[in-house]
């Protein structure tokens, strides 16, 4: 089964940028990512599959922007303008698969 490690989370002031990568042992067709925040159910964020569709939760559209690299099987989450309320665990998840999760922190 595929494997997927996730990377790029730390600590950004409000207004900044991070971009998360989920590497998979495999090739994935559709991901989709999570966060989940101290004290909150995880929340789905968006999605990307293999046809280039994107998909995103309300909350971060126009902010966060999906993509994928096939040839390295590496899929990746751009987000800007980030907001405190974006902070959390995120995580991506393919075919029930969950990776270990990345912490994304967004203080001043």
């Known amino acids: 089964q595929v494997q997927l490690v996730e990377s790029g989370g730390g600590l950004v002031q409000p207004g900044g940028s991070l971009k998360l990568s989920c590497a998979a042992s495999g090739y994935v067709y559709r991901l989709d990512w999570y966060r989940q925040a101290p004290g909150k159910q995880r929340e789905w964020v968006a999605r990307i599959s293999g046809d280039w569709t994107f998909e995103y939760v309300e909350s971060v559209k126009g902010r966060f922007t999906v993509s994928r690299d096939d040839a390295r099987n590496t899929m990746y989450l751009q987000m800007d303008n980030l907001k405190p309320e974006d902070t959390a665990v995120y995580y991506c998840?393919?075919?029930?698969?969950w990776g270990q999760g990345t912490q994304v922190t967004v203080s001043s």
């Open positions: 998840n393919a075919a029930h698969i």
